[in-house]
């Protein structure tokens, strides 16, 4: 019988340093005498025998923080924990140790920052896994979860940001990646699958395929182990997993032919594994082999004896040993947020952190590697104070540019780019892309006097090599001369394209009495008042100010007496063609009162444009004089009550804007309005009445004088008649109101007789 253990077997470096902090902490609070009990989050890890152990020990699981008082100790599990557990241990004063795995932290950094940028975040993973739960807990608890590839329809019409679970299926996955990177741009995807899980479930996919049986040693509550699992059935009919070595039937091991491949989840002892092998030896102690699985199994073998027991050194003596300082080719094995993890043939993988990638700060190292691809690094420490590796390509890549720079016959006088990275005495440091360092002068950092040089540090900057140090590794360089160089090219490829009719972008650099003065990419041209606007203005700030950025036409180019006329009023409508679009009616505007008169007050609403306000509009009281309301220079807001184009007329009402800002005071100004209405109504009424009254007393006075004045009249003429004619007898008048006609009738019957 054949064993092949593979190379990641056992605890990961997560779960280690969980266990680790976890025993530390119970046997510092042993040692120092205290009250104090130790509680771990939820069980540390998903081991039955390492839960049991630490309870043995004193140290008990708990799912509620209930249990610990002020003072107790709570171990924060390798699966994290939600945001909140954090806060109200802060706020019961209870000790805590964050053993949270290094990887699943980064996920909660990530999502943490995506959730207050307002972003969306999506989990792929079990949403009852307590890494997903602590995850989501990071996030407000407004994750949106997703299982497998055939729930990617959530992301339709979608944006945020896409983490996924440590221990999920990285082949399923790799899947998912591409359908989201083709079908869901919008979508930030952070594989963030930690590398421990991604090599073991490779190894896995690798035994499985050469191997009778499989054996996958783990919790059958561990998730990643349950991937082995999987991923090992797709490969091998006979696959086992099993907790510990009592829960293995060795009758299928009697074979002294087969080839058993043997992996173990993050959560699995080391000493599961050794009682594992150890069992299996005794099937058949002279023809058991154990081999560390690498990329080259057959070199990197290692036979057990007869009587052998399982130990390490096995697979150590296939690990390389590495330096600081060593410069060595390893293999991405994962890209997440910035951060590459490599393999690099030592018991631990290295990382690069985002900072190590390049002297550009802007590069994405997903832009450059993926999984799979070689990277030559350079080995920072061995150790970085969590078991890992810290790798640097970013030294590696300035020491290549640097011997390629110098090199060179012709570095002096070759412009350079980089990051001003510190002001010095006499000038500034700058960090070049290509690794090495330049000194640039006081006098060579700007084309103006600087009286502090800090304000370039922390920006970019192009400087012309003016000389190479090779011995210090330095640059002496000049940004001026950069500076100067650019600024003259641009000019003269400005005036070579400036031609009349030509609509250009510009920035107000001056304004006088007669115009401004108008940057148009490195020239000035002069933007005369008369072109500043259809109307009359007093003056270009009225339109203008400094640093303004405005489009401009060019009128005429003098590119020998370096001269620019420019336009600007033939690129804006016409004031009043468009003025019934720009204040509509019904709408409110603020303009400045410019003039009054006797019939209202004119208010600017822009510099060619004034509204009339009528007098019976400039209050809800009514006013005799405008003058007792406004003043010129007066800024008011008023209602659109009529535009005319034609006639070039706007009249506004600051009486309805008064009434819309203060309903309350404008209806008790109207209602008291009314009753003086009401009361003068009432007033020249009865002053109507009176003087009708006595008018109508008049004429009857008149009518009686008229009446006696006939009666007197008609009297005389009687008298008169009766003198001239003594022999006439009238006939008797039957009454005062008889018609000339019955008199005539009576005096032709009276003739008629005779």
């Avoid at 999984?371 to 030294?395: A, C, F, Q, T």
């Avoid at 009529?642 to 309805?656: A, G, M, P």
Wanted: a negative charge; hydrophobic letters at 35%.
């Amino acid at each position: 019988m054949k064993i092949i253990l593979a190379k990641s077997a056992g605890f990961c470096f997560g779960v280690r340093r969980a266990v680790e902090l976890t025993e530390q902490t119970a046997a510092k609070v042993a040692e120092s005498g205290s009250a104090a009990k130790v509680f771990t989050f939820g069980e540390l890890i998903h081991n039955r025998d390492v839960v049991n152990r630490l309870r043995e020990a004193g140290i008990a699981p708990t799912e509620s923080l209930d249990e610990a008082q002020r003072g107790d100790y709570v171990i924060i599990r390798s699966h994290g924990v939600p945001k909140k557990i954090y806060e109200e241990l802060e706020t019961r004063g209870i000790n805590f140790i964050d053993a949270t795995c290094p990887f699943v932290s980064n996920i909660h950094r990530i999502v943490s920052a995506a959730y207050e940028r307002g972003e969306q975040v999506f989990i792929v993973g079990n949403p009852e896994h307590p890494e997903t739960i602590g995850i989501n807990g990071h996030c407000g608890n407004s994750a949106i979860f997703i299982r497998g590839e055939e729930e990617l329809r959530k992301l339709e019409g979608r944006s945020g940001c896409l983490v996924v679970q440590t221990t999920f299926d990285s082949e399923t996955f790799a899947a998912m990646q591409r359908v989201i990177e083709r079908e869901y741009p919008r979508i930030r995807v952070f594989n963030s699958i930690c590398s421990t899980t991604f090599e073991r479930q490779r190894e896995a996919e690798e035994l499985s395929k050469k191997c009778d049986v499989m054996l996958v040693l783990g919790d059958k509550h561990s998730s990643n182990t349950q991937k082995l699992r999987k991923i090992c059935e797709k490969n091998c009919r006979n696959t086992l997993n099993a907790a510990k070595e009592c829960e293995i039937s060795l009758d299928i091991f009697k074979n002294n032919d087969i080839m058993v491949g043997v992996v173990a989840g993050a959560s699995t002892p080391d000493s599961i594994i050794r009682e594992v092998i150890n069992t299996m030896s005794e099937q058949d102690k002279a023809n058991v082999n154990c081999e560390a699985a690498t990329e080259n199994a057959a070199a990197n073998a290692a036979t057990i004896e007869e009587n052998a027991v399982f130990d390490e050194e096995a697979i150590n003596k296939t690990i390389v040993q590495i330096h600081g300082g060593q410069v060595l080719t390893g293999t991405v094995i994962q890209i997440v947020d910035g951060e590459i993890s490599v393999s690099i043939g030592y018991k631990s993988d290295g990382y690069i952190p985002r900072s190590e990638f390049s002297n550009d700060p802007d590069l994405d190292p997903a832009s450059q590697y993926k999984v799979g691809d070689p990277i030559e690094v350079e080995v920072l420490k061995v150790n970085d104070g969590e078991g890992n590796v810290l790798l640097s390509r970013k030294n590696v890549e300035s020491q290549k540019a640097w011997e390629e720079f110098t090199a060179s016959a012709e570095s002096e006088g070759k412009v350079l780019e980089g990051t001003c990275k510190e002001a010095i005495k006499g000038g500034v440091i700058v960090s070049l892309t290509n690794g090495a360092s330049a000194f640039v002068p006081a006098s060579q950092v700007s084309t103006k006097y600087v009286a502090d040089l800090k304000e370039f540090v922390g920006k970019p900057m192009k400087i012309k090599v003016l000389e190479v140090d090779a011995k210090r590794r330095r640059i002496i360089g000049s940004a001026k001369a950069v500076l100067l160089a650019e600024a003259e090219a641009a000019k003269e490829a400005v005036w070579d394209s400036l031609t009349p009719g030509m609509k250009v972008m510009g920035t107000v650099r001056r304004i006088v009495d007669f115009g401004v003065f108008v940057d148009i990419g490195g020239v000035d041209g002069l933007l005369h008042v008369t072109q500043c606007a259809w109307g009359r203005i007093k003056s270009p700030a009225e339109l203008f100010t400094v640093n303004q950025k405005i489009e401009v036409v060019i009128r005429e180019v003098d590119k020998e007496n370096k001269k620019i006329s420019l336009g600007y009023k033939e690129l804006q409508p016409k004031p009043w063609a468009t003025a019934d679009e720009r204040y509509p009616v019904g709408s409110f505007v603020e303009g400045k009162v410019v003039r009054i008169v006797p019939f209202g007050a004119f208010v600017s609403l822009e510099p060619t444009i004034d509204g009339l306000i009528h007098i019976s509009q400039v209050g809800i009281k009514r006013v005799a004089k405008v003058e007792d309301e406004l003043a010129v220079g007066d800024r008011v807001r008023c209602k659109v009550v009529e535009v005319d184009t034609s006639k070039r007329r706007i009249s506004l009402s600051r009486r309805e804007a008064l009434i819309e800002e203060n309903p309350e005071e404008a209806e008790r100004i109207m209602a008291e309005e009314r009753e003086q209405r009401e009361r003068e109504r009432a007033e020249r009424n009865a002053e109507r009445n009176e003087k009708r009254q006595q008018e109508e007393q008049t004429r009857r006075e008149q009518a009686a004088a008229r009446e006696e004045r006939r009666r007197e009249r008609d009297e005389r003429r009687a008298e008169r008649r009766r003198r001239e004619e003594p022999d006439y007898e009238l006939p008797p008048v039957e009454s005062a109101t008889t018609s000339l006609a019955s008199l005539l009738g009576k005096f032709v019957a009276s003739n008629d007789n005779e």
